[in-house]
């Protein structure tokens, strides 16, 4: 458990992989076995608490849809833990880290095993927006 508290920010531009073990809601963080806390880069999703900041995107759906999106692309839920994260067994992710994203998060481009991008398979989900502010992903198909 001490490992997920001691995250560190991924160098801008490194390519790193991670395993998800815990997402908190649906642009993250995702925490990584590997260590890092993932924002997912480019997408916004409304907070934990149904809210939007004013200076991002607000999506129409709740909180709790692009969470369980995106827990179902990590391979589904496996419980929660105390502080309600969901626990995950994710396929690992190939990331571009775009540097940090406040506090101990990285904000990076990542591709599914699949080869398909995390944060355009959350936008097709239609429980996150893109924010074009960040957006320098690919043109989601």
Known sequence: MLAL??????????????????????????????GPHLRIAGIAAREMDGTCRTNQPCPAASAIEPRDALVQLMGGARGTISTGHVVVRGPRLTCRSEGGAGGNRTAAWCRLPSGADLSCAMIKTGTVLRWDRYWKGPACR
């Open 5 to 34: 508290l001691a995250a560190s920010i991924v160098a801008s531009g490194q390519t790193f992989t991670c395993t998800p073990t815990h997402v908190w809601d649906g642009d993250g963080p995702v925490w990584c076995a590997e």
